[in-house]
């Protein structure tokens, strides 16, 4: 049930305004209880608006949550993403992808809650039906993943890869699982595994373990590899 003060706040809203204050509002329970287990009512009741008025902006969840993606796509972190792949393929870019990826997990979302509510969401996803998971891979990985393969192939040329065993399209999903699985320890207050390293050894130290198991040669990542001053390239 909508207090007064709601309706009258809802009724002042442009339809583009209130579609954004709903995505907003939603998060949260997202985040907390996941896609499945999620009512339309309990959205509804966030944002503060009938469930008719969610379903007027909004058909259906998954339409609710492909919105909210996309809002957390406005955040520093997808400036960053976007600006690396306007990056020119190469050993360099490729380092710099993969500290990236690793520094976007491993520091979590302090500082940025667009962020911590999308690991939220991933995680959360991952262990119901992965429908946003997918999702965001729809979005996101396609670019990404070619990207990181323009790279490969440039080290190549500049000598500067070894040859793996591994083919180069699982190399970039390894190298996202590592950073992934390290948030997932570090998630909890008490975080599952003590390290024993600052956030930012650990980024550093899982780069390195990252960037060798991809092939790239110990020298050439001595040589493009700048922790601190990638570190303020990291969303």
């Known amino acids: 049930m909508l ?9 002042r809203l442009s339809s583009e305004d209130r579609r954004e204050a709903i995505v907003e509002a939603v998060k949260g329970v997202f985040a907390e209880k996941g896609f499945d287990g999620t009512t339309t009512r309990e959205l509804a009741n966030a944002a503060g608006v009938s469930e008719a008025l969610l379903y007027k902006h909004f058909p259906s969840k998954e339409s609710l949550y492909a919105a909210m993606l996309d809002a ?3 955040g520093p972190t997808f400036v960053e993403f976007n600006r690396i792949l306007a990056l020119e393929p190469s050993s360099a870019t490729l380092v710099i992808m993969v ?3 690793i520094s976007h997990y491993v520091q979590g979302g302090f500082g940025d809650v667009n962020k911590a509510a999308l690991n939220s969401l991933l995680a959360r996803s991952l262990l119901g039906d ?16 070619k990207k990181f393969a323009a790279c490969l192939n440039e080290a190549i040329k500049a000598g500067d890869l070894r040859k793996v065993p591994v083919r180069g399209d699982l190399r970039v999903w390894f190298v ?14 008490i975080p ?9 050894t650990l ?23 700048n922790p601190n001053a990638l570190s303020l390239l990291a969303g």
Do not use: N
């Open 3 to 11: 207090t007064s003060d709601k309706m009258k706040l809802s009724s």
């Open 72 to 74: 957390c796509a406005k």
């Open 99 to 101: 500290h990236f990826t």
């Open 130 to 145: 992965g429908a946003f998971v997918r999702l965001t891979h729809k979005k996101f990985a396609s670019a990404w993943i």
């Open 176 to 189: 996202h699982h590592v950073a992934f699985s390290l948030m997932l320890h570090r998630h909890p207050k």
């Open 192 to 200: 599952a595994v003590d390290y024993k390293v600052s956030a930012d």
């Open 203 to 225: 980024v550093e130290q899982a780069t390195w373990f990252a960037l060798l198991g991809v092939g790239l040669k110990e020298e050439a990542i001595k040589r493009y590899y």
